[in-house]
């Protein structure tokens, strides 16, 4: 038997999907035909960067500079704001289900890495468990630094976007955001928390710490759109 509280969630998946597919097949990323830059949006396959990145096969670590302890037995996620809410633990989240997917990660400072194997739960089905208002349009992230960024739901939808746990086979490093973060392939990297602990649902845009200090609120590397 399936509790009254888990047919919601279903229900919940299924209407945000509904709400959110058109938006997303209007994004920059599904529908520049020739985005600025060498190629297509997302590469479908093509070795090719938006314009002004250069490859690194090095990780470099980028971020305010404390890089906080968390043990997965300390973790938790806070779903909060036009929602019912819900708060996970390491164990809910690790029950959610579990996906592999291969993207690209682009720093604003201008380097790329490419095909990282990451593996995680989409944010789709953490956004499910929240029960979202109809109103909800955005999210900001935050991290246990003290870190904040906005997603609008349409980027945050998307497949690719995840709360990752492993990287190329391994378990997320701290530096990087580890025990989990969030990852947004479609967008320059600062839109993925690292050492994620709450999300915020919101019913308008609002600035994170880098987008008060000037960088885009929309962030799409395929459009060189890093400053507002
Ligand atoms: N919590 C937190 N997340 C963060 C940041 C940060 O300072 N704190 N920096 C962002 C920026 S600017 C980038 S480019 C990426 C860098 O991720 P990396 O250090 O794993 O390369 O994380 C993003 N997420
Ligand atoms: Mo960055």
Redo the contacts with the bound molecule.
């Keep these: 038997m399936i509790s009254d509280k888990e047919q919601r969630i279903i229900d919940a998946r299924l209407k945000l999907r509904a709400r959110f597919k058109e938006k997303i097949a209007a994004t920059p990323s599904l529908t520049d035909n020739e985005p600025q830059g060498s190629g297509n949006t997302n590469r479908h396959g093509m070795p090719q960067l938006p314009v002004g990145q250069h490859e690194t096969n090095k990780?470099?670590?980028?971020?305010?500079g404390i890089h906080p302890e968390v043990t997965t037995a300390e973790w938790s996620l806070e779903l909060t704001g036009a929602c019912e809410g819900a708060k996970l633990s390491w164990a809910d989240f690790q029950r959610l289900p579990i996906v592999s997917d291969t993207s690209d990660?682009h720093?604003?400072?201008t380097w790329s890495?490419m095909d990282i194997k990451w593996k995680g739960v989409r944010f789709s089905e953490i956004a499910a468990l929240a029960l979202p208002n109809e109103d909800a349009s955005h999210v900001m992230c935050y991290?246990?630094?003290g870190?904040s960024?906005n997603v609008s739901l349409t980027e945050a939808m998307k497949d690719d976007v995840l709360l990752a746990f492993e990287a190329d086979g391994e378990p997320l490093a701290k530096?990087?955001?580890g025990p989990v973060?969030m990852i947004t392939p479609q967008l320059?990297?600062?839109?993925?928390?690292?050492?994620?602990n709450k999300i915020e649902f919101m019913t308008s845009d609002k600035a994170g710490?880098?987008e008060q200090r000037g960088y885009s609120m929309s962030a799409y590397p395929w459009r060189n759109d890093r400053y507002s």
Excluded: M
């Design positions: 990780w470099p670590v980028l971020d305010l990660f720093c604003v400072t890495r991290a246990s630094d870190y960024t530096e990087h955001g973060r320059y990297a600062w839109k993925g928390a690292k050492w994620i710490f880098w």
